[in-house]
Each structure stands twice: as C-alpha cells, then as structure tokens.
C-alpha cells in the first residue's frame, strides 16, 4: 500500500489517497489510534468521490473510526469491460422504452460484485497491518450486494449497515440467508428504482438474529442525515 496524498481536514480527520497495485483507495483516520475499521463501499459504478460517500466517511471518522473506500474493479474510473458496457447501454435503453430491466442488471451487476470482493479483502488485508488502525472491521454502504458476499466470505466483518437503493442479484439475495452477524437495513419507503417488497424481502432473508430495519419516506436520495448518526450508533454497539 502506497500512500500518494494526505490533507488535515477541517474536522480534524486525516484524509490520505493510497494506491494498492491497480487498486486507487482513500483512507479517512480520526484524531486517536488505535481505530476500529469501517469499509465505506460505494454504489457500482460511482467513483470513490462522489460526495455522499465522501460526507459519511468523514462524519464517521469524526466519530473515532478508520473510514476506507475503493474504487473497485469497473467502478469510478478504471476500466470497463465492452460486455459491461454493453449492458449498461442495454439497460439505459431498456429503461427509457419502460421495459423490465432485472436480468440485465443480473448479468453485469453479478460479475461486478464477484470481481469485487477480492480487491475488497487485499485492501482489508493491508489496512489491517497499520498500526493506527485495529479491528474489529465493519462495513457500511450503499452497494448491498457487495456487501452480502463481502460479509458471507469475510469472517474478520463484526457487522454491517446496508442501503436498500440498488439492484442485489439473486445469488446475493439466496447469500443473505448465511448472514448471522447484527444488520441495520436502511430503506427509503418511496424509492422508485427500488421495489419496496423485494426490499422487505431482502430483509426478511437475513439471517441474522439482530438485524434492525429504518424505512423512511421519499425517494432514492433521500436518507434523512440523523441515520448517520444512528448508524454510527449501531457501530459503537459492535465495533468499540
């Protein structure tokens, strides 16, 4: 891991670029060490920039955490391959001629994940041997389907906090089942891109014994900010 850049941020966070081979990362450190770690895993597609994620990162190191993101492979902007190209292509139109769009979503969104999860744990992997940084690890974000299969293979994540805003294909949503570490699910009641029922259904699949459900109403972006702060809450219960 090579750290390429760092700045102190206003609230006293420290935020530093790093490179892991192929793998560009940001790493967002509190003012104490030792800190527990949080991977901060952002939708598919979208760059480890875009400003929600970028906002959350930094208000839970704020709150004494290690925060960590990557642009995984075919996410931000590392390449794409022409056959995920092409289904995205498909998709967009797809959905402008308001025909259904599952199966187009399953067949890129599962390779994604699957190339995914490995970058993810070569990062954890490495962060974990910094000495300003000491488990337990948690995992908060808004690509659930990532965070699924992140989870069922990763017995070093303690718990997890997933967006119910994005397509999970249905190899993720049959893993569910093996989940036995503490959720908290978040859901926006009017999401238009996101079924309501599958969303329930998603979290009735978890097989966790402690998994908590916050549904709220307005639409895909519309996560009220005081879940941030319950989230950080649901983080110190498991992770400090």
Sequence with gaps: MQFTSEQRLDDNVLEREFTLGEIPGTLWMPGSAPAPLVLMAHNNGLPKSEPRLVARARYTAARGYAVATIDAAGCGDRPRSAAD???????????????????????????????????????????????????????????????IRLAVVEPRIAAAGFFAGGYVPRAQREEARQLTIPLLFLLQWDDEGNPRQRALDLFDAFGSKEKTLHANPGGHTGTPWFELEDGCRFLDRHLK
């Design 85 to 147: 190209e092409q289904a995205r292509a498909e998709l967009r139109r797809a959905m402008q001629a308001g025909e259904p769009v599952d199966e187009i979503f399953e067949s890129f969104i599962g390779p994604l994940v699957g190339n995914a999860v490995p970058e993810w744990q070569i990062t954890l992997d490495a962060l974990l041997e910094l000495p300003e940084i000491g488990g337990p690890v948690g995992y908060s974000g808004g690509w659930t389907a990532l965070g």
